[in-house]
């Protein structure tokens, strides 16, 4: 029982720090490129939209759809890891 629950705790702390990690990279991009850096990107240009205004309104989506399907994958190995797969 005891490994068991050796096993549950070492998952969850890798599953948090999967958290941790893809949420301050959202977070960079949504806040950092669309609010904080926005005036540094405006200087570059795509599809004839500065690129500060592209990460506000666009970008930080993107970013947020790419890393649901980083997170899936790396859920699907930490699950195959520690035994909870199906």
């Known amino acids: ?13 890798e599953n948090v720090r ?11 991009v949504s806040f950092g490129a669309g609010i904080l850096f926005k005036d540094a990107l405006n200087t570059i240009k795509i599809g004839g ?16 759809v790419i890393l649901i399907f980083v997170y899936i994958r790396l859920m699907n190995k930490l699950d195959k890891k520690y035994g909870y797969n199906e």
């Open 18 to 28: 999967y958290l941790f990690i893809l949420l301050s990279i959202w977070f960079l």
């Open 49 to 64: 939209f500065k690129l500060g205004f592209w990460f506000a309104q666009q970008g930080s989506i993107y970013v947020f």
């Open 1 to 13: 029982m005891e490994d068991k629950q050796k096993k549950a705790t070492a998952y969850w702390k």
